[in-house]
């Protein structure tokens, strides 16, 4: 055997490790960029406000018709938490308006007075 055919042949398991490295570092790449993209998708969803919300917040922009809303709510949801606490029978049904109130009610941006339109 020729002194390069021994070169040759010592240079095929180096050439290996090397494509071995190079696919691993592909794949750690890809993985990384995948992960990023993963978290900038969720970050800006977390921030975009449906528009279902809006347009609950908007036809309740009323004061009054809020308050009478979330206030119709809670005595509801009270009148079902007794029937339940007194083991008997109970049926109730909530409209759309007024849990959107409640719900406006109670969030915490309403109470610290700040707008989701900001988003």
């Given at each position: 055997?020729?002194?390069?055919?021994?070169?040759?042949?010592?240079?095929?398991?180096?050439?290996?490790?090397r494509?071995?490295w190079?696919?691993l570092?592909?794949?750690?790449?890809a993985?990384?960029?995948l992960?990023?993209?993963g978290?900038?998708?969720?970050?800006?969803?977390?921030?975009?406000?449906?528009t279902f919300?809006?347009?609950?917040?908007?036809?309740?922009?009323?004061?009054?018709?809020?308050?009478?809303?979330?206030?119709?709510?809670?005595?509801?949801?009270?009148?079902?938490q007794?029937?339940?606490?007194?083991?008997?029978?109970?049926?109730?049904?909530?409209?759309?308006?007024q849990?959107?109130?409640?719900l406006?009610?109670?969030?915490?941006q309403?109470?610290?007075?700040?707008?989701?339109?900001?988003?």
């Amino acid at each position: 055997m020729s002194y390069a055919e021994i070169a040759a042949v010592e240079q095929r398991p180096t050439s290996r490790r090397r494509h071995w490295w190079t696919w691993l570092v592909w794949l750690f790449l890809a993985i990384v960029v995948l992960v990023v993209l993963g978290v900038g998708f969720v970050l800006v969803s977390l921030k975009r406000v449906p528009t279902f919300y809006t347009q609950a917040r908007e036809q309740l922009s009323d004061p009054q018709v809020l308050e009478v809303s979330a206030t119709e709510f809670e005595t509801q949801a009270k009148e079902v938490q007794q029937a339940i606490e007194s083991h008997t029978a109970w049926e109730q049904a909530f409209t759309e308006q007024q849990i959107n109130a409640w719900l406006i009610k109670q969030s915490p941006q309403a109470l610290a007075g700040r707008s989701t339109e900001r988003f």
